[in-house]
Antibody, heavy 122, light 110 residues
């Protein structure tokens, strides 16, 4: 069974840092682009970042560019999101998800992890 | 404010048919980018419901169907069931903003 499990969320003060992890199992992790999404409390979904299977191609939403860094370790079948200079409006549940679809940019996402909550507050 | 516009809520009695619209523009849905749909049950992660405008993944009941025309797409749920009560999101791509989502629609089963 394909599974993604996020960890690393928590409470952090504005300006602080946090690193999220996403452990993958049940599929060939290194063959897929992976993504981070977030969902602020009571709000909709937003794409945060993507990283290709090789790690060569990396993209960020404008709202996190320069503050967040995505990486992956194929030996550990894991995806990471290092978040620096955190702001109150970064408060959200963060999800990782696998990229599907042969023809960019007609991509969809499946499966999704259960999410990890990041709260930025003083 | 989301780039794709969905109604905040729709409701229907058990057994009825409901539809959720997803309205975009010439830089996303109208540019022939595909639309995908996700179901998010309360307190859970999103789950893929429809991809490639109309395709149901294995395991998704056939009472869920998707369509697309021009700058809009729709998700239809026929034979509404209590377990369908959830938030539904459309997703596509925008030539200027990358991956985009609708604001979500809450489906209530009366």
């Amino acid at each position: 069974e394909m599974q993604l499990v996020e960890s690393g969320g928590g409470l952090v003060k504005p300006g602080g840092s946090l690193t999220l992890s996403c452990a993958a199992s049940g599929f060939s992790f290194g063959s897929y682009t992976m993504n981070w999404f977030r969902q602020a409390p009571g709000k909709g979904l937003a794409w945060v970042s993507s990283i290709s299977g090789s790690g060569t191609y990396i993209h960020y939403a404008d709202s996190v560019k320069g503050r967040f860094t995505v990486s992956r370790d194929s030996a550990k079948d894991s995806l990471y999101l290092q978040m620096n200079s955190l702001r109150v409006d970064d408060t959200a549940v963060y999800y990782c998800a696998r990229n599907l679809g042969a023809i960019h940019p007609n991509n969809w996402f499946d499966p999704w992890g259960q999410g990890t909550l990041v709260t930025v507050s003083s | 404010q989301s780039v794709l516009t969905q109604p905040p809520s729709v409701s229907g009695a058990p057994g009825q048919r409901v539809t959720i619209s997803c309205t975009g523009s010439s830089s996303n849905i109208g540019a022939n980018y595909e639309v995908h749909w996700y179901q998010q049950l309360p307190g859970t992660a999103p789950k893929l419901l429809i991809y490639g405008n109309t395709i149901r993944p294995s395991g998704v009941p056939d009472r869920f169907s998707g369509s697309k025309s021009g700058t809009s797409a729709s998700l239809a749920i026929t034979g509404l069931q209590a377990e369908d009560e959830a938030d539904y999101y459309c997703q596509s791509y925008d030539s200027s903003l990358s991956v985009i989502f609708g604001g979500g629609t809450k489906v209530t089963v009366l």
